[in-house]
């Protein structure tokens, strides 16, 4: 006598277990994660200056994060010309970032973003804040937060006081790992999906390099750049 009944694949079985829970609302939530945007600032009547922003939820939970930092000297006076000053972490105000322009941004894993934030705590007032045009900048600044995303960053001695080529000279080294956006700041934050997730995540976090051990630049003539 021939069965009426027939065992479902495990496939189909699947399917119709994945749209039982969708109906039920108990589907796994999309991925959380921060994302990082490198950002710089060349025009108007201010120093160029790099700076990022850190941006999502993290995938452990918790609160969303709208975070934007940069490293200056604490006072623009000819003594930067002339060695080592005191520095700050500049907590970068919006209205700034809308003025600047994006040039890409990476998902971070909660380790990277954890990274992250100690090296702001490492260059903040509680940690080692001296400020170097040659050495010590803005754009060496950026270019360790970019290491601990896991990036692969090469310090150029010839764009290290050069915030927007320095920046851009990360993209073709980390093709295919990085969402290219180069455009203004103010259309960028227009955008509804602004937040979305880049279609490639970093890789998990490098070994990463102290300022002590930072890849070192050359004494050169000062251009006046952050």
């Given amino acids: 006598m021939a069965s009426w009944f027939r065992v479902p694949t495990l496939r189909a079985f699947l399917a119709l277990l994945g749209a039982a829970l969708l109906s039920l609302g108990l589907t796994a939530p999309a991925r959380a994660g921060v994302t990082i945007s490198f950002w710089s600032h060349e025009f108007g009547n201010e120093f160029p200056h790099a700076f990022f922003v850190l941006e999502g939820t993290p995938d452990a939970g918790g609160e969303p994060v709208q975070l934007s930092y940069g490293f200056t000297a604490k006072a623009i006076t000819p003594a930067i010309l002339m060695g080592t000053v005191p520095g700050r972490i500049d907590e970068t105000k919006q209205k700034y970032i809308?003025?600047?322009?994006?040039?890409?941004?990476v998902m971070l894993t909660d380790a990277q973003y954890g990274a992250i934030l100690r090296l702001v705590e490492e260059w903040g007032e509680k940690g080692d804040h001296r400020y170097s045009l040659n050495r010590r900048n803005c754009v060496h600044f950026v270019a360790e937060a970019a290491r601990r995303a896991g990036l692969t960053v090469v310090e150029n001695p010839k764009l290290m006081k050069k915030p927007r080529s320095f920046v851009h000279s990360l993209e073709p080294m980390n093709e295919g790992r990085v969402r290219l956006l180069e455009m203004e700041g103010e259309a960028f934050y227009a955008l509804a999906d602004r937040a979305t997730a880049p279609t490639s995540v970093a890789?998990?976090?490098?070994?990463?390099?102290?300022p002590d051990t930072a890849v070192p630049v050359s004494q050169t003539a000062?251009?006046?750049?952050n």
């Fill in 98 to 105: 809308e003025n600047s322009d994006v040039h890409f941004s």
């Fill in 222 to 225: 000062a251009t006046g750049s």
């Fill in 203 to 210: 890789p998990a976090v490098p070994q990463v390099a102290t």
